[in-house]
């Protein structure tokens, strides 16, 4: 099995908001169906109200992000799958829940993880 990430950036959700709450069922009910399917592994969005950090080796923090990571915002799902085709296929089902595109990207194998 190959751990997906499954993702969107939160411009990419577009549609009138008197439907938010049907978009949150939909992606509810579509994370509820791969957690009873046994691959749903971690999702969630990006708190955007909290401004990202950095924490160097020596353990000091500081205010920022790497430059090509300055846009990570949206919504996230990692999911356990036997197949980039199933990925594509859940990918889809998540697609059709949020009302946009989803990028599709397959975690390297590890075995200690």
Known sequence: ???????FP????????EELQAVADAAHAVVQE??????????GGIDE????IMV?????????T???TVQLEGGYSVLDLPSHDA???WAAKIAGACRCA???????????S
């Open 34 to 43: 791969a957690k009873d399917a046994g691959v749903w592994v971690f999702g």
């Open 49 to 52: 109200s909290i401004p990202p």
């Open 56 to 64: 160097d080796a020596d353990g000091s923090v500081r205010e920022g």
């Open 102 to 112: 989803q990028e599709v990207r397959a975690f390297q194998y590890d075995p200690a």
């Open 10 to 17: 939160s411009a990419a959700m577009v549609f009138p908001e």
């Open 1 to 7: 099995m190959t751990k997906y990430l499954i993702s």
């Open 66 to 68: 790497y430059p090509q």
């Open 87 to 89: 990925a594509v296929e």
